[in-house]
C-alpha cells in the first residue's frame, strides 16, 4: 500500500521508510521544516535542523523513494512555539513534543497523507500499535528505555488507526542502528536527537523572553509562609521540582521549586520533602478507550523520564477534568502531561492543572494533600 | 507507470536538440575564445555565433550581448549597471532575482489580474527621477504579461531607465529590445530550450556597463572570466530555434485545461489579463497548493507552486499575495509538450480533486 513516511533524517525514521520499502510498499517520504534552521544552524543532535532536511533527502534518494520538503514553519510557530512560551509565562513546565505531535504531526499528516491517497502514516515513534477489536490500541514500546507512548497519548483514535510505528518492537536502539547499516543507510551512527529542536542549547528561556518578555521579569523566591528569600530574573527560567539556579546560597537546608506563582510572578520554594503531592489533576484530557464511568485502578507517568506509578484515576466528564490520587506522592509540574497506562497499553492522558487549580479542587473534595 | 509528463518548463525548458548538438560541438572545441591561435580562435567563432544567434533574434547588435552565468546575473548586472544614482520602482510581483537585487526599491502594485498600470507607474514617476524601473516581460508564476509597450513609453517619457527582465517571455512571445527601447534585458538559456548556465545581458546601443565581476576583461570589460562556452553555445541555437509561432501552438493545450478546471471549480490567476501561451496559474479553492503538487508529482504529472525555494519547499507567492490571490499550482507547458497533455494533466488534476473534495474536512486544508 501507499505510505507516508515522516522522516525527520534521523535514524529512526530512515529505518522505519527502509523496512517499509523493503516490504513492498510504496513509500512516499516527507519531512516537515518547522523553524528557520539558519537561526539554529549550529545546533548538532536536535532533529529538523537544515542538516537532517538534507540527510532525509539523502535516505529518500538511497531508497529511491518521492521525497517532500514540507514547510511548516508558521504552523509550528503558531502551534507549538507560541504555546510554549505562553505555558511558561502561565507558570508552567511544557511539553512541545506531545502538542507538535498533536498538531503538526499526526493532525496535519494524517490529512495530507490522506489527501496524497496514502492508506496509513508511519513514523519513527517507538510505541507499539495493537490492533483490537476496538480498533487499534497504543502501547509502550518493547524497548522500555526508547519507550515514547508518553508523547503519543494525544494522538486520537482515529489518528492512531492510520498510523503504524514499526519500531515499536525493536528490541533496542542498537538493532535499529543494526537495520540501518545492513541498508547501508549513511544515518546509521548518526546521534540521537536530544532536547527541545527549536531551542539552541541550553537557553529557552531567551526565546521565552522574547515572545512573553512577563516570563523574564524579575520577582521574588518566597517560602511556603510567604517569607521572601531571594529574587528570580523570570519565572520562565523555573520548572516545579528544580533544584538549581535559585540563588540562594547560605548554609540551611537546600530548597526547591515548589510552585509557580505567575500572576505574583513569585518562585514558591520548599525543602525537597514538601514537594511531592498525593493527587494531581489533568485537563484537556485524551482517552484511548472508553471514557471510565467509575475510578480506575491504573499506573501514571507524570513526566517522561519516569517509570509508570500505581494510581486511581477518576473521569469527570463533565468538567472534563481527570481527577489523579497518586499511590505514593509525586511531584506535580504543571503543563507536564499525565499518562494513564494499564500495563502495557495507554488509556489516554492530559495536561496537568496548576496546582491552585488542584489544591482548590481538593479542598473541595474534602481531602487534604 | 508511463513516463511522466513534465509541466514545468518555466522553471527549465526541456533541451531543444539544436541547443543539444551546440553544446556537444563546443565541448569538443579544446580552445579558450581569448587564446590568440587557432584553437582560441575556433572557439572564438563558435562564441560569436551564439553572440550574433541572441542579437538577432531578439532584435538588438551583436556588440551589445553581454553573456553572463544565467539570468539571476543578468538582472543582477543591469541593476548594478544602472542603480547609482538613481531611485529603483519594481513591479510587486518581480521575479527574486530582480527584488534581491535592489533590496531598497520601491515595489509597485500591480492590478488583480498582475498587470501593472501605466497610470501607477507614471504616477510613481512623478515622484521624483532619476528613475530606473525594473519590470518583468512574463510573470514566472502566473504568465501574466506587463502592457510593456506602454510602460516603456512611460519611462520614456520621464527620462526613466528601464530594465527588462524577459526570461520567460523570451522565445515564447515577439520580442524586439531596440523596438521596446529599455536600457537592458535580460535573458536565460534554459528558460529557452538551452543548457542551464548562461544567460544575456541585452544593452541599449552604446550603454556603457560596469562589471560585476571584473576577471580578465572579457565580454569587453564587462564580465569576466572564461566563457562557459558550451552553455552559451547552446544559448544561442536556443535562442534561434525557439519562435513564438511554435510557442503559441501551446495555448490551445493550455486553453483546454483552463476550461477543464474552471469548469471544476478553479480559478485561473491572471485570466483576464494576456498572457503567456504555456502557462496556467491554477487556484482549486480550499486546496493548498503544497498538497496539490505533491498529489501530482505521485500520480506522474510535474508542475510547481509558486515560489518553490532551492531547499524544495513551497513557500508562500509574493506574486500571488499582490493579486489578492493564494495556493495556486503553476502549469507550465514545455516546447515539446506531447499532443495529450491536456488530457493527461486534466485525467491526474480530476482524480487529485475527487480526492481533496473529501467532505467534513473542506476549509481545514487552506493554504497558509
Excluded at chain 1, 488507526?161 to 547501508?184: E, H, I, Q, S
Excluded at chain 2, 550574433?52 to 552565468?69: C, E, I, K, L, N
Aim: charged fraction near 20%; charge should be neutral; include cysteine.
Amino acid at each position: 500500500m501507499r505510505i507516508l513516511v515522516a522522516m525527520s533524517g534521523g535514524v529512526d525514521s530512515s529505518v522505519v521508510a527502509a523496512l517499509l520499502v523493503e516490504q513492498g510498499h510504496e513509500v512516499v517520504g516527507a519531512t516537515l521544516q518547522l523553524y528557520d534552521h539558519g537561526a539554529a544552524i549550529q545546533k548538532k543532535g536536535a532533529c529538523c535542523a537544515g542538516q537532517d532536511i538534507h540527510d532525509a533527502r539523502r535516505v529518500a534518494e538511497v531508497l529511491g523513494i518521492p521525497h517532500y520538503v514540507l514547510d511548516r514553519e508558521s504552523r509550528f510557530r503558531e502551534a507549538v512555539i507560541d504555546d510554549f512560551a505562553a505555558s511558561y509565562a502561565r507558570g508552567e513546565t511544557p511539553i512541545p513534543c506531545v502538542r507538535c505531535n498533536q498538531t503538526v504531526k499526526f493532525q496535519d499528516l494524517v490529512e495530507l497523507a490522506r489527501d496524497l491517497g496514502c492508506e496509513a502514516l508511519a513514523t519513527g515513534h517507538y510505541a507499539r500499535r495493537v490492533e483490537g477489536p476496538g480498533g487499534a490500541a497504543l502501547h509502550r514500546a518493547a524497548d522500555p528505555v526508547r519507550d515514547q507512548s508518553y508523547f503519543l497519548f494525544a494522538t486520537t483514535r482515529e489518528q492512531l488507526d492510520f498510523c503504524r510505528f514499526p519500531l515499536g518492537d525493536m528490541p533496542d536502539k542498537a538493532a535499529v542502528r543494526a537495520v540501518a547499516a545492513r541498508l547501508g543507510l549513511a544515518v546509521a551512527a548518526k546521534p540521537d536527537s536530544q532536547d527541545i529542536c527549536f531551542v539552541p542549547e541550553g537557553s529557552y528561556d531567551r526565546l521565552v523572553a522574547r515572545l512573553r518578555p512577563e516570563a523574564a521579569e524579575p520577582g521574588e523566591i518566597v517560602d511556603g509562609q510567604g517569607r521572601v528569600l531571594g529574587t528570580h530574573q523570570g519565572i520562565g527560567r523555573y520548572t516545579v521540582g528544580q533544584g538549581r539556579g535559585l540563588g540562594l546560597g547560605g548554609g540551611g537546608e537546600r530548597l526547591f521549586v515548589a510552585a509557580i506563582d505567575a500572576p505574583r510572578r513569585r518562585i514558591v520554594v520548599g525543602p525537597r520533602a514538601a514537594l511531592p503531592q498525593a493527587r494531581a489533576v489533568a485537563g484537556e484530557v485524551n482517552w484511548l478507550v472508553a471514557p471510565p464511568t467509575a475510578p480506575l485502578s491504573v499506573q501514571v507517568k507524570l513526566r517522561g523520564r519516569e517509570a509508570p506509578r500505581e494510581a486511581r484515576v477518576a473521569w469527570d466528564a463533565a468538567a472534563g477534568l481527570m481527577h489523579v490520587a497518586l499511590a505514593e506522592p509525586n511531584i506535580v509540574a504543571a503543563g507536564q502531561a499525565c499518562v494513564v497506562y494499564d500495563g502495557d497499553r495507554v488509556l489516554g492522558g492530559g495536561f496537568l492543572r496548576a496546582p491552585a487549580l488542584a489544591q482548590s479542587d481538593i479542598d473541595s473534595h474534602g481531602a487534604a494533600a | 507507470m508511463a513516463a511522466p509528463l513534465y509541466l514545468d518548463a518555466n522553471a527549465t525548458e526541456p533541451l531543444r536538440p539544436e541547443a543539444r548538438q551546440a553544446v556537444l560541438q563546443a565541448l569538443d572545441l579544446p580552445g579558450n575564445p581569448s587564446s590568440v591561435h587557432g584553437a582560441g580562435r575556433a572557439a572564438r567563432r563558435l562564441l560569436e555565433r551564439a553572440r550574433d544567434q541572441v542579437a538577432s533574434r531578439f532584435g538588438t547588435a551583436p556588440a551589445d550581448v553581454v553573456f553572463t552565468a544565467g539570468g539571476t546575473e543578468a538582472n543582477a548586472l543591469a541593476i548594478h549597471a544602472l542603480a547609482p544614482g538613481r531611485r529603483i520602482l519594481l513591479g510587486a510581483t518581480e521575479h527574486p532575482a530582480v527584488l534581491a537585487a535592489a533590496p531598497d526599491a520601491t515595489h509597485l502594485p500591480v492590478r488583480p489580474d498582475g498587470t501593472l498600470d501605466p497610470a501607477v507607474l507614471d504616477a510613481a514617476l512623478r515622484q521624483g527621477l532619476p528613475a530606473l524601473v525594473c519590470l518583468m516581460a512574463a510573470n514566472n508564476e502566473t504568465g501574466v504579461l506587463h502592457p510593456l509597450e506602454e510602460l516603456a513609453a512611460i519611462c520614456r517619457r520621464h527620462g526613466a531607465a528601464l530594465h527588462v527582465d524577459a526570461v520567460q517571455a523570451a522565445g515564447r512571445v515577439p520580442l524586439d529590445a531596440a523596438a521596446l527601447g529599455a536600457d537592458t534585458l535580460a535573458l536565460s538559456g534554459h528558460k529557452l530550450g538551452g543548457p542551464k548556465g548562461a544567460g544575456a545581458l541585452l544593452l541599449r546601443p552604446g550603454l556603457a556597463v560596469a562589471p560585476l565581476i571584473a576577471g580578465g576583461g572579457q565580454e569587453r570589460g564587462r564580465r569576466g572570466g572564461t566563457e562557459p562556452l558550451p552553455a552559451i553555445a547552446g544559448l544561442g541555437a536556443a535562442a534561434a530555434a525557439a519562435h513564438p509561432a511554435a510557442a503559441a501552438r501551446l495555448a490551445p493545450l493550455r486553453d483546454a485545461i483552463e476550461a477543464f478546471c474552471l469548469a471544476q471549480g478553479a480559478l485561473v490567476a491572471g485570466g483576464g489579463a494576456p498572457r503567456l501561451p504555456n502557462t496556467s496559474s491554477l487556484i482549486l479553492p480550499g486546496a493548498a497548493a503544497e498538497t496539490q503538487v505533491i498529489a501530482l508529482d505521485l500520480a506522474g504529472v510535474q508542475v510547481s507552486a509558486g515560489a518553490a525555494c532551492s531547499s524544495g519547499k513551497v513557500g508562500a507567492s509574493h506574486v500571488l499575495a499582490a493579486m489578492g490571490l493564494q495556493g495556486a499550482i503553476r502549469v507550465s507547458l514545455p516546447w515539446d509538450a506531447p499532443a495529450d497533455s491536456a488530457e493527461r494533466f486534466t485525467a491526474a488534476w480530476s482524480a487529485m480533486r475527487s480526492r481533496l473534495s473529501r467532505p467534513a474536512l473542506a476549509g481545514a486544508r487552506l493554504a497558509p
